[in-house]
């Protein structure tokens, strides 16, 4: 039973068009999480919310935009992509209450063309 | 810039010896530390992991140790094992941070 899943796994777009990524956790988590890894296999956050707060690193453009239609998904939006928005992106949730632990998705390559 | 560093990109071992992973960090704000391990084509998945107010922590063949004073953690596999074989992150957090900064991964290879 898949704990966070992502949807899809491969994605490849030419530059300047919009995708989603998808992101679901049924850990009952009240925490969720994007971060980008790229080429240089950093692993860097991008995103936190919960259905209070939303808190975004400043470094990331605003072409992206998380949303969450409840607090089991938080989808990440991408306008405009650019060839350096090539990278795998992984969600991840944690509950607040509980543990500082985050449990992560399988990710998702992004590949612009 | 980078809070939390791995400097050793790969490292290899033979099956039964330990095998240790290393990780600096500059901030010392960070109060708690995990390890991941992440196969490819996978997420990272949680290992291990430690509050500052330890110095060790033991769970099975893994032993994850820091010295704050250094600013230094290690993550010793004993006996190491193939399915070891995979990439380790190194993560922190900061006192009242909502996230995690990650290491940039040690891959180790355990041959058989």
């Known amino acids: 039973d898949t704990a966070v899943s992502q949807t899809p796994k491969y994605l490849v777009t030419q530059m300047g068009n919009d995708k989603s990524i998808k992101c679901e956790q049924n850990?009952?988590?009240?925490?969720m999480y994007w971060y980008k890894q790229d080429s240089k296999k950093f692993l860097k956050i991008m995103f936190s919310y919960n259905n209070k707060e939303l808190i975004i690193n400043e470094t990331v453009p605003n072409r992206f935009s998380p949303k969450s239609p409840d607090k089991a998904h938080l989808n990440l939006h991408i306008n405009s992509l650019e060839l350096g928005d090539s990278a795998v992106y992984f969600c991840?949730?944690?509950?607040?209450?509980?543990?500082?632990?985050?449990?992560f998705g399988p990710g998702t390559r992004l590949t612009v063309t | 810039d980078q809070q939390v560093k791995q400097n050793s990109p790969s490292l290899s071992v033979q099956e039964g010896r330990i095998s240790i992973l290393n990780c600096d960090y500059t901030?010392?704000?960070?109060?708690?530390f995990l390890w991941y391990k992440k196969y490819p084509a996978e997420g990272p998945t949680f290992l291990i992991s430690?509050?500052?107010?330890?110095d060790k922590n033991e769970d099975g063949r893994f032993t994850v140790f820091l010295n704050k004073s250094a600013k230094h953690l290690s993550l010793h596999i004993v006996p190491s094992q193939p399915g070891d074989s995979a990439v380790y992150f190194c993560a922190a957090r900061e006192t009242g941070a909502n996230n995690l900064f990650f290491g940039t991964g040690t891959r180790l290879t355990v041959i058989p």
């Open positions: 991840a949730s944690r509950n607040r209450g509980s543990s500082y632990e985050q449990y």
């Open positions: 901030n010392s704000m960070f109060d708690y």
């Open positions: 430690i509050s500052s107010i330890k």
């Open positions: 850990l009952g988590h009240d925490t």
